[in-house]
């Protein structure tokens, strides 16, 4: 019993055992995934959400004012 009560322990302090992680930034230099434009994206497939071209800026921004007049609660009640 005793041993097993040891075995426990020692396993149990291994766990605390973790490094410390520490990120090393570079000055100037960006170290994420650069950002694609939004209109470049596939649009989503889900019901409600509204189609634009890939890659046409345009039809993007028509899509996103659509929208967001959907949301205004002023134009939704006094249609």
Sequence with gaps: MKKLLMLIAV???AACGEPD???VYKQGKYQGKPDT???????????????????DRASWENQIKTR???QNEDKRIYQ
């Design 11 to 13: 396993f149990g302090l």
């Design 21 to 23: 992680q520490v990120v």
């Design 37 to 55: 434009r939004p209109w470049d994206n596939e649009p989503l497939g889900l019901a409600g959400s509204g189609k634009w071209t890939k890659g």
């Design 68 to 70: 967001q007049m959907t």
